[in-house]
């Protein structure tokens, strides 16, 4: 009996005593229910120009300009994200040594939406192009320029934050070892001449330049001491 004179039971209710084995029940059911709420993303990404599928290739899901999820693509070059909330989202694509896709591509949105199916994306990066030959004087002579003339990452020592062309910050193109010495005479070595010498210029080194690092780092004081003397008498 209540203050007003009246019973729960007269509202046709009742009281439930819940057991452990019903609130497991209800936790599986909320869990399944979440499940059957969350979408998936899957796609390939291919080289536009062979359209071969290309693999390790970075996939970002983006929400409001932050990276929400994260995929690599196989050796067929596909990915798949599971368990996406509803909402709307941009995607990148990546890979060293690739362009990424034109802007308002990487960026055009699209929505997630509960219950849909499955949301596919198809994605092409072109190769970086590749410059190879030889380099002669102008007698025509062959001219040891020690270089690939490859654009690589370097690490964040070396990251200024400037993007120019294809290079993002901290990617620089391998500048040809010649006349060294005429470059520590007025000023210094890398890009903003901030190594007094050979050696600090290694040092400098980090990202793909890494394992070239360690093996410098690893001579002797003797073979080391000639390698350097070499490079600055270039």
């Not at 409001?64 to 509803?86: L, W």
């Not at 190769?127 to 380099?135: A, E, F, T």
């Amino acid at each position: 009996m209540s203050k007003n004179g009246f019973r729960i039971s007269d509202f046709g209710c009742r009281l439930i005593s819940w057991t452990g084995a019903d609130a497991s029940f209800l936790i599986a059911f909320l869990a399944l229910g979440s499940a059957l709420f969350a979408q998936v993303i899957e796609g390939t990404v291919v080289n536009s120009v062979t359209k071969v599928p290309i693999s390790d290739a970075t996939v970002t899901i983006e929400a409001a300009g932050k990276a929400a999820y994260h995929a690599t693509t196989d050796g067929n070059g596909a990915f798949r994200i599971e368990g996406v909330k509803d909402g709307q989202y941009t995607a990148k694509f990546s890979k060293r040594e690739f362009l990424a896709p034109p802007r308002d591509a990487a960026t055009r949105p699209f929505r997630i939406a509960a219950g849909s199916d499955p949301l596919r994306l198809e994605a092409q990066l072109t190769p970086m192009g590749k410059v190879s030959g030889h380099v002669f004087d102008a007698d025509g002579r062959p001219v040891p320029a020690y270089t690939d003339l490859l654009l690589h990452d370097l690490g964040p020592g070396l990251n200024d934050g400037i993007k120019e062309g294809a290079a993002e910050p901290g990617v620089w193109r391998t500048a040809p070892l010649w006349d060294v010495a005429g470059s520590l005479k007025i000023g210094g070595l890398l890009h903003d001449g901030r190594a007094r010498n050979v050696a600090e210029a290694v040092e400098w080194h980090d990202g793909e330049a890494r394992a070239a690092r360690a093996r410098f780092r690893d001579l002797s004081a003797q073979d080391k001491a000639m390698l350097v003397a070499f490079v600055t008498g270039l």
